[in-house]
């Protein structure tokens, strides 16, 4: 296997500008790209085809659909098979990787795409806690399948955004920042319908403060686990006490906040062995363990391997 000689790096839209000349593309500055990645120009994009053989951070937001094609997609080291008429979504930190595709089928690969910033997410009107009820599901299943009206649907959005870009408008911004919103509230919706049938019964409006809480709390920990890992820390950015958070994702997630917490740091620690050559002292000193044996005795007792073992294996 070959390995990078760092942890996952972070990919930002200019890397993804300047990566993505041959694809079909528009963009607004440094916040929004609009593509379509299809025929004999998926298979000559070679430099983002290589880059994404290895994980990576996309730093925003991405929402795609395949309109024909298959690949399996990893994210935070769980495999999604993405095949025709799939809607995914992605949020910022999570680790991505391609980690199979058909190179004699990539000219027969349709894939829409939109990137968007944090930066321009966070400035346009979107409830993450009311648009998604249930964020742990979706961190779960980020993946799911569009029938037809909802593919034709999603045609629409894409056209009208690539157009809009383009366009001499006075107020492109916001008009470009009500679009968006308003793609991402459909895609929260069909998302949310789905998984609601699949998991046959209705989502309980009493629980979306709780659940706004706890992706609070779970973003925090994306942001924070290489250095902090007691709840009194969360419950401080939160406003809350210790006790209260630790009942409350306990009670949303059927996990204990310092589990969710170890979560974050094992994956963190698993792709640093998995797919650099950074040695494990380093990695040691990169996750803010005090010294080798207790980040030996963590990752044992949570995988069952010592760090070497996983690495090897």
Known sequence: ????????????????????????????????IIGEACGERVGQSEAIL???QYPVRFDGYIIFYLKKGHFTVDVN??????????????????????????????????????????EFMSGIRFDFGKAFRDGLQLLRNPCIRLDEPQMAVADDYFELLRKLI????????????????SLVYLSADTWSRQVNEERNFPPDPRLTRRNQVFEQFLKLVSEYHDTERGVAF??????????????LVKETSGRSAPDWIDSFVILEAKNLLKYSDMPIKEIVYRLHFPNPSVFHKFFKAHTGLTPLQYRND
């Open 1 to 32: 296997m070959n390995k990078t000689t760092s942890e996952p790096q972070t990919i930002s839209l200019q890397r993804i500008k300047a990566l993505a000349s041959v694809l079909d593309e528009q963009e607004y500055g440094d916040d929004v």
């Open 50 to 52: 290589q880059m994404l």
């Open 77 to 118: 080291l769980n495999s999604y098979e993405v095949r025709e008429h799939a809607l995914m979504i992605n949020f910022p930190g999570n680790i991505v990787k391609v980690s199979r595709y058909d190179e004699e089928k990539l000219d027969n690969l349709d894939l829409i795409f939109m990137l968007v910033s944090k």
């Open 166 to 181: 383009g366009a001499p408008l006075a107020y492109k911004r916001e008009i470009i920042c009500s679009l968006v919103s």
């Open 234 to 247: 969360y419950a401080e950015k939160l406003c809350l006490t210790p006790k209260y958070v630790s009942k």
